[in-house]
């Protein structure tokens, strides 16, 4: 499976955003979906994900409450709604499909078979 993220962008601070996430070639209904964020020097780290039905999400404690996810599987994409932008949250964003659906070690980078490309999102104060 191949993603494409796209809606980055540059935005001020308390500005807002939507992340989408879509695969090329094949739905992805059937995997759980995560988005991750790197941070140049950083390591990258989990922001949140959402399991194949939508019904569960989980989101790091950085962003909850200010960001959800949600995926509309009859489109075959994943949003990430960001709100209340700051500018710690400028990174690459990255969207990542997991086949196993479990929710195990859904805040690992590890758990997950495939990544898209990245979506530039920088927030200015």
């Known amino acids: 499976v191949q993603l494409q993220a796209s809606g980055g962008g540059l935005v001020q601070a308390g500005g807002s955003l939507r992340l989408s996430c879509a695969p090329s070639?094949?739905?992805?209904?059937?995997?759980?979906v995560g988005w991750f964020r790197q941070a140049p020097g950083k390591e990258r780290e989990f922001v949140a994900a959402v399991s194949s039905s939508g019904g569960t999400t989980y989101y790091a404690d950085s962003v909850k409450g200010r960001f959800t996810i949600s995926r509309d599987n009859a489109k075959n994409t994943v949003y990430l709604q960001m709100n209340s932008l700051k500018p710690e949250d400028t990174a690459v964003y990255y969207c990542?499909?997991?086949?196993?659906?479990?929710?195990?070690?859904?805040?690992?980078?590890?758990?997950?078979?495939?990544w898209g490309q990245g979506t530039q999102v920088t927030v200015s104060s």
């Open positions: 990542a499909a997991d086949r196993t659906n479990t929710g195990w070690r859904i805040r690992s980078p590890d758990q997950y078979d495939h």
């Open positions: 070639g094949r739905t992805f209904s059937t995997y759980a």
